[in-house]
């Protein structure tokens, strides 16, 4: 009889689904033959169908199309735990909560894995960062009991979590020979997670890992928050950012270009009070070039590109010392070239606090850097040099392993999914 189980993966930037098939554990291409999706959400204007992942990035980027008509999400993740889970978001017009667009999502994930494997799946061990939400016991359980409402709405009958960067270690620990003590980093698009963990292929079936895991930590900073320090530091200065109106010379508000800079907060800027605020201000600016640029990106509702802009260039300076931002959507010859010296000192703070919860996952472990043999890094975000080379001057005597990025997670879900089910649900 057939047995399966699996382990979702719901990142804040993207997301996995990989499954325990009679045994056999595999992650299921989820998009055009990858095995990660963007966590993007696309709704056409002319039908409020959804549309996801990469196809939905693409629909939007085309604005100028028909099809380009609608209304973009990213970052849903963020959302779990917050007030606006109850408040919902107009959608084209109509009224939507986010647990229907975040079931949406999720429900295509399973729905390509039971078609892969051929039979509805029920059990699910469902991803979570050690904190939803950073010292706040009660939002971060609501935030865990959400999601869990979210899958039982979309078909799983048996949901189990885990942690996102256990479960990395336990994907990482299938190709082990021999036992390490290992810390696992996860950096991810809204968290940042840390497990100091012993690891060993003769411990992959063991049923309960709780002596193997030393300690976990966490921080609510990740790649989106990188991507928000670059566009304060390098973008929204072209915007106007800091700039002053008026007799008295005073600074504009801020606030809208610190929600033009968070991909959850985009949306709520396009509003009749904040354009006629921003025209207002226009008239009394003492730059209107760079502050009519932020009137043009919010007529224009284009401030996911904007960030879709910048995150490119964080992703270029990974290798290039300087980069042209194109922001040709605003004024058809607009660049701004940036330098990786810029961003890196533009994150040196939130850095700063990753680094420093990865020690506390090391005080609270009981253990010193020293003792650590391998570091586990997953998370897109740990391809950023300063991230590279803190945690290479932390851990100066161990083995850097940095295999399947973006994937690990989910895997790692799926062998722990094995672990807690088993062959006890029969399909």
């Known amino acids: 009889m057939d047995t399966s189980s699996c382990g979702i993966d719901f990142g804040t930037s993207n997301s996995s689904i990989a499954v325990d098939s009679n045994g056999a554990i595999s992650l299921i291409p989820v998009e055009n033959g990858s095995v990660t999706i963007p966590s993007a959400i696309f709704f056409q204007q002319r039908d409020n169908k959804a549309v996801y992942g990469r196809v939905a990035v693409r629909r939007f980027l085309d604005r100028h199309s028909p099809e380009g008509a609608g209304r973009f999400m990213r970052s849903l993740k963020r959302v779990l735990g917050t007030s606006l889970m109850k408040q919902g978001t107009l959608v084209n017009g109509a009224s939507m909560n986010f647990s229907t667009i975040i079931a949406g999502f999720l429900k295509q994930l399973k729905d390509k894995a039971e078609a892969q494997v051929g039979h509805e799946i029920s059990c699910v061990v469902m991803g979570r960062p050690v904190h939803f939400v950073d010292n706040n016991p009660a939002a971060d359980a609501q935030a865990q009991a959400e999601l869990k409402a979210i899958a039982q709405r979309i078909g799983f009958t048996h949901i189990d979590f885990q942690f996102e960067p256990i479960a990395a270690a336990f994907a990482h620990e299938a190709r082990l020979t021999g036992e390490k003590l290992a810390i696992v980093v996860d950096l991810g698009g809204g968290t940042s997670d840390f497990t100091v963990i012993r690891l060993s292929n003769r411990f992959i079936n063991k049923p309960d890992r709780s002596s193997d895991i030393l300690a976990n930590t966490g921080v609510r900073i990740g790649g989106n928050d990188f991507d928000k320090d670059l566009s304060l530091a390098a973008i929204m200065p072209e915007l106007g950012y800091r700039s002053t109106y008026g007799e008295k010379g005073l600074e504009v508000p801020l606030k809208p270009y610190h929600d033009l800079a968070e991909w959850s907060k985009v949306n709520f800027l396009y509003t009749p009070k904040q354009l006629m605020q921003v025209r207002q201000l226009l008239h009394q600016s003492h730059d209107k070039m760079r502050f009519g640029r932020l009137l043009t990106v919010l007529e224009d509702e284009t401030g996911h590109a904007l960030l879709a802009a910048t995150e490119t260039t964080k ?3 990974t290798d290039e010392v300087i980069h042209n931002a194109v922001l040709d959507f605003i004024d058809p010859d607009f660049v701004i070239p940036v330098t990786r010296g810029l961003f890196e000192t533009a994150i040196q703070d939130e850095v700063a606090q990753i680094a420093e919860s990865a020690r506390q996952c090391l005080r609270e472990a009981g253990v010193n850097s020293d003792a650590i043999e391998l570091v586990i ?7 950023v040099r300063s ?3 803190t945690f290479k001057r932390l851990f100066p ?4 392993a940095d295999q399947d990025k973006l994937s690990s997670v989910g895997l790692g879900l799926a ?3 094995r672990a807690k ?3 006890t649900v029969k399909i």
């Not at 890094?377 to 391809?383: C, D, H, K, R």
């Not at 005597?397 to 850097?400: D, Y």
């Open 315 to 317: 992703i270029a300076l």
């Open 377 to 383: 890094l997953t998370g897109g975000s740990t391809e």
């Open 387 to 389: 991230i590279q080379d």
């Open 397 to 400: 005597n161990a083995a850097l």
């Open 415 to 417: 062998y722990d999914s």
């Open 421 to 423: 089910f088993g062959s």
